[in-house]
């Protein structure tokens, strides 16, 4: 299986809620990734989830909260955003290596509009 | 972050001809990766060159990769109409920088039948 699952696949949220992506994979990988993409441009990464643990935030503002329940599952908690945070969020996962990172495998992301 | 970039930004073909995309970076690396995306989807990884790896194929797909030029290129022959999407380039930068990949602009291919 070398499925990255996502769910929602579509989430329209006003900015006073309060919502998760969520995401999954059974590659037994153990690094975990978010990235936020905008149309016409490249993915940005925003956390690094490696042996469970947040290995990187790159100054992600915190109405976006990270979570790493276990080592197959990868949420993103979502709270008071702004319309500007609309756009593709895509969740991907990579084997650890200490070598440098391998291929990473995406799931078909969540496309997120705040109102 | 963004350490490469792309050329050229856009590719119009028909199809059956070949189209080539370059992408340029500014550090050494550890390995170069390709992928792809149809539009609104997921990225789907295409290949990997390390870099001691001069050219590495896939099927269609050929990848080189000149360390001294900081620079690779991707090549799709005999294109087709479901090879339409942005094509991406990604380095691993060395020394790693923790799981890090750094994507550059991207580059659409639009193949007409």
Redesign the interface.
């Known amino acids: 299986d070398t499925e990255?699952t996502?769910t929602p696949k579509h989430l329209v949220m006003g900015m006073t809620n309060k919502k998760s992506l969520k995401c999954e994979q059974h590659m037994g990988h153990r690094?975990m990734?978010w990235y936020k993409q905008k149309a016409?441009?490249?993915?940005e990464?925003m956390f690094?989830y490696?042996y469970e643990k947040l290995?990187?935030n790159e100054s992600v503002p915190s109405r976006f909260s990270p979570e790493c329940p276990n080592s197959s599952l990868l949420n993103l908690h979502l709270h008071a955003l702004q319309p500007e945070d609309s756009a593709?969020y895509?969740c991907?996962s990579?084997q650890d290596r200490l070598?440098?990172?391998?291929?990473?495998?995406?799931?078909?992301?969540t496309?997120l509009l705040v109102l | 972050?963004?350490q490469g970039e792309e050329d050229p930004q856009a590719l119009s073909i028909q199809e059956g001809e070949n189209a080539t995309m370059n992408c340029s970076y500014k550090t050494s690396i550890?390995?170069l990766?390709w992928?792809r995306q149809n539009s609104?989807?997921?990225?789907?990884?295409l290949i990997?060159i390390r870099s001691n790896e001069r050219e590495k194929h896939s099927g269609r797909l050929r990848v080189t990769l000149d360390t001294s030029k900081k620079s690779s290129s991707l090549l799709i022959t005999a294109s087709r109409a479901a090879d339409t999407a942005s094509y991406?380039c990604a380095t691993?930068a060395?020394p790693?920088s923790?799981?890090?990949?750094s994507?550059?602009?991207?580059t659409?291919v639009t193949v007409r039948a």
């Not at chain 1, 440098?100 to 992301?109: A, C, D, L, M, S």
């Not at chain 2, 609104?40 to 990884?45: A, I, K, Q, S």
């Not at chain 2, 994507?103 to 991207?106: E, K, R, T, V």
């Open positions: 990255v996502q690094a990734y016409k441009k490249p993915p990464l690094v490696s290995s990187i593709l895509l991907a990579s070598a440098g990172v391998e291929t990473q495998y995406f799931g078909p992301g496309r | 972050s963004q550890n390995n990766q992928y609104g989807r997921g990225l789907v990884h990997l991406f691993d060395n790693r923790d799981y890090k990949l994507f550059g602009a991207g659409t």
